[in-house]
């Protein structure tokens, strides 16, 4: 027994030199890829923020080919789509001129302009429908206008924007009588808006932003009730029908900016080829801005 003591006491230190050396080698092993994850994070840190300090780092070219492809939007939606804001460009050179005509030239009625101009809409309207519900099923572009067709409509959107323009010759009067620059600042502020929105608008995932047009057409639900109320009861109400036209008219036709640019390449991927229909809703959209636009900096310079 004595003997038997004996050797445990012997085995025992070994056992615990032992134990204690494995455990420092575990420790090791453990602590070596742990140093060197911890000085490769450390340096692959460094190496950015380098990165970051160098000037070479940042972009000197613009990659145009990227910047110009809209969403996956096909080469024949493009070249429709181009079509269509040549045709707005148009459009809106004839309602300059018209404007022009007014100040310079001859004052036309407003009522008779106002007269003209919705018989051109209604027109438009009509003889496009007309034309897409007769067209051949069977033909290639069932949807699209033949050439005489298409000549008589674009007269007709133009002759539109002239008289648009001459509506707009009152407004413009007033407006040069307190400060003219206020009709150069708000055509830019117009066509900027109208730019950044049709950019988002095209860049966004097709179809996102449709439910848009519900916001857009509850404002103008409650412009025409405002507008109603105010003839009924008109103390007081003609002032809050004028603050909510002007700015919730600019917000709603920036968000039929929106979702008119949506609905219109949406129409081009089925296959539309109407233009000038097109180019309607998006000029409509460009003056309702501009009128807000041009009577909220006339109203500031007033006061």
């Not at 117009?190 to 095209?202: E, G, M, R, V």
């Not at 917000?251 to 219109?264: K, P, Y």
């Amino acid at each position: 027994m004595s003997t038997t003591a004996t050797q445990e006491e012997d085995i025992a230190p070994t056992l615990n030199t032992s134990i204690n050396n494995s455990e420092h080698v575990i420790d090791q092993s453990l602590e070596e890829p742990l140093k060197s994850t911890i000085d490769l994070e450390s340096q692959r840190k460094e190496q950015e923020i380098n990165k970051l300090k160098n000037f070479e780092f940042y972009p000197t070219t613009i990659n145009w080919n990227v910047i110009g492809n809209f969403s996956g939007i096909q080469k024949e939606v493009r070249a429709q789509l181009f079509k269509v804001y040549l045709t707005l460009c148009a459009t809106l050179f004839f309602t300059s001129l018209g404007s022009l005509f007014y100040l310079f030239i001859y004052q036309i009625h407003p009522m008779l302009s106002f007269l003209l101009s919705i018989s051109l809409v209604v027109y438009l309207s009509f003889k496009t429908s007309f034309s897409t519900t007769t067209s051949s099923p069977n033909s290639v572009n069932s949807i699209s206008l033949n050439s005489e067709q298409q000549l008589v409509s674009f007269l007709a959107l133009f002759a539109f924007g002239f008289f648009t323009g001459t509506q707009l010759g009152p407004l413009l009067e007033s407006v040069i009588e307190i400060d003219s620059s206020i009709i150069v600042f708000a055509s830019v502020a117009t066509s900027l808006i109208f730019l950044s929105f049709s950019i988002f608008a095209h860049y966004s995932k097709r179809r996102s932003l449709l439910f848009l047009g519900g916001t857009a057409f509850s404002i103008l639900s409650i412009l025409c009730w405002t507008l109603l109320f105010s003839f009924i009861f008109p103390f007081g109400l003609f002032g809050l029908f004028e603050m909510l036209s002007l700015y919730g008219g600019l917000l709603m036709f920036i968000l039929f900016v929106i979702v008119d640019t949506q609905i219109i390449i949406e129409r081009c991927n089925a296959g539309d080829k109407d233009t000038v229909k097109m180019s309607l809703q998006l000029f409509i959209d460009f003056i309702g801005i501009f009128v807000r636009i041009l009577r909220i900096l006339s109203k500031k310079r007033r006061n």
